[in-house]
């Protein structure tokens, strides 16, 4: 497991000390600090590679998220109902019918996305606000929404199991097709 959430730290100490290996190399031009320099460098470069190479859990639920949300946003029935758990069918219907009478314009923003990760990392719940151009039973209007979904780990993939959507201000749940 990684020490730190993100590969920043490491690296900024890392590019740090080489820069001060390197400007006492400049000053007295001993060769051990420019390989102490070079050395820091490399390692900054390893510490960025490593951190591309690990996919957490939560990385991963957050990038399906933006995969079903892209899904939506193209009106691929068959991707998007993928990221939807079959044994939430009321929430299958639901977005079988969003795919059929929602459309999002190419303005979409995903923001604020909080993901808290439960019982083993297996269950994922994700809060985000979704802003953009909707047009929905023949209106279109900017509108800001703001959901929270449950995934769960099944079979080594994130589905949904349940989704609301919330009101963007309060925070309280709302209908799904409202007009707030």
Same mark, same amino acid.
């Given at each position: 497991m @990684?020490?730190? &959430?993100?590969?920043?730290?490491? /690296?900024?100490?890392?590019?740090?000390i080489a820069a001060i290996?390197?400007?006492? @190399?400049?000053?007295r031009r001993l060769g051990k600090f420019l390989i102490g320099s070079l050395f820091m460098?490399?390692?900054?470069?390893?510490?960025? /590679?490593? &951190?591309?190479?690990?996919?957490?859990p939560r990385e991963r639920v957050e990038a399906d998220l933006f995969n079903l949300i892209d899904a939506f946003q193209k009106k691929e029935p068959e991707t998007t109902l993928s990221y939807i758990s079959p044994r939430a069918q009321q929430l299958r219907d639901m977005?079988?019918?969003?795919?059929?009478l929602v459309t999002l314009?190419?303005?979409?923003?995903?923001?604020?996305?909080?993901? &808290? /990760?439960k019982s083993e990392d297996s269950i994922a719940t994700i809060h985000f606000r979704?802003?953009?151009t909707a047009m929905y039973g023949g209106v279109s209007g900017r509108q800001p929404t703001r959901w929270e979904l449950t995934w769960q780990k099944m079979g080594g993939e994130w589905k949904?199991?349940?989704?609301?959507?919330?009101n963007p201000i309060t925070g309280e749940a709302l209908r799904?097709?409202?007009v707030r």
């Open positions: @990684w020490f730190t &959430e993100t590969a920043i730290p490491p /690296m900024v100490v890392c590019s740090a290996l390197f400007i006492q @190399w400049y000053q460098v490399l390692l900054t470069v390893g510490f960025y /590679m490593l &951190e591309v190479s690990i996919v957490t977005v079988k019918l969003a795919l059929a314009d190419d303005d979409l923003k995903i923001t604020d996305v909080s993901t &808290e /990760m979704a802003n953009g949904v199991t349940e989704a609301t959507r919330l799904p097709f409202s």
